[in-house]
């Protein structure tokens, strides 16, 4: 009898850790992502896209930067290994005015724009780096856009904010003091 009940067991944890790897992981949709693959190389963010595919993605926070690829915690690897652009568009509202610290990591060309206006930008390639730049953000709704490109070689991006007075930058789909996310 011991011998059934120990075999049943064993028996009930193979099926759960089975269940547990076919169900793909995911995560709160909170921010929406456009990946799109270029037909051909990448030098510059704002050159003329030429897209042969493309896939809309919900992600979490924009922390896609492990391993020198473009690549989230629980997602995996996204997009493609090279020639490809990412774009997320965020529509939010502000609870608390204040002048925004926003830090944008990218391992390649982006640009930061709120309200239309854009904030920070490195249009060229380039290997993982982090830019810091400040923007006064008035009560009620915003729409902020960013958008990366990969060229070849390690990928990355990550994207982190934070009002004036809070040290610690948070990843952008985060709870973010004075920030509500609306839902794409």
Not at 14 to 26: D, Q, R
Request: hydrophobic share 35%; with cysteine; net charge positive.
């Amino acid at each position: 009898m011991l011998k059934n009940t120990i075999f049943s067991a064993l028996l009930l944890a193979f099926i759960a850790l089975t269940i547990n790897k076919l169900i793909p992981p995911s995560v709160d949709p909170v921010l929406k992502m456009v990946l799109s693959k270029s037909r051909g190389q990448i030098n510059q963010i704002d050159q003329p896209r030429q897209i042969s595919d493309s896939r809309t993605l919900m992600i979490d926070r924009v922390e896609l930067n492990a391993n020198n690829n473009f690549k989230h915690p629980e997602l995996g690897v996204l997009g493609w290994s090279e020639y490809f652009y990412a774009d997320i568009t965020t529509s939010f509202t502000v609870t608390e005015p204040s002048r925004y610290r926003f830090e944008v990591g990218s391992d390649d060309g982006y640009q930061l724009e709120i309200d239309g206006e854009v904030i920070c930008q490195y249009k060229r390639d380039r290997p993982f780096r982090r830019n810091t730049c400040m923007h006064q953000l008035n009560a009620g709704p915003h729409q902020l856009t960013l958008r990366y490109f990969q060229g070849y070689g390690n990928a990355g991006l990550t994207f982190k904010a934070a009002p004036t007075g809070v040290n610690k930058l948070k990843f952008w789909g985060e709870k973010i003091k004075g920030i509500e996310y609306q839902t794409p």
